[in-house]
């Protein structure tokens, strides 16, 4: 499985991105889907999951304001961000989990969030 991620960018606090994450290869065998997030001197933490039944698990610090979903026509997962704040700039990775339990990242997408 190949993954990767775009849509980061610089975007003033109360701004809005939405971050795409194609997938290529053995699509067949990812179980579920995420986002992760690593701030400079920070280890990477969750940001959201999606399973291929669409159940979705989200950090306490982002209920309300992102959105992650996925689209099995494009092979593509998405995290759309709203209401951002200056603590979301990070560099975002999307990941993919087969039902093997073998793990799958990304090339990160920085985004910058200006107060």
């Known amino acids: 499985v190949q993954l990767q991620a775009s849509g980061g960018g610089l975007v003033q606090a109360g701004g809005s991105l939405r971050l795409p994450c194609a997938a290529s290869?053995?699509?067949?065998?990812?179980?579920?889907m995420g986002w992760y997030r690593q701030a400079p001197g920070k280890e990477r933490e969750l940001v959201a999951t999606?399973?291929?039944?669409?159940?979705?698990n989200y950090a306490d610090s982002v209920k309300g304001r992102f959105t992650i979903s996925r689209d099995n026509a494009k092979n593509t997962m998405y995290l759309q961000m709203n209401s951002l704040k200056p603590e979301d700039t990070a560099v975002y990775y999307c990941?993919?989990?087969?039902?093997?339990?073998?793990?799958?990242w990304g090339k990160g997408t920085q985004v910058t969030v200006s107060s």
């Open positions: 990941n993919a989990r087969s039902y093997s339990w073998v793990l799958y």
């Open positions: 999606i399973t291929s039944g669409s159940s979705t």
């Open positions: 290869g053995s699509i067949f065998s990812i179980a579920a």
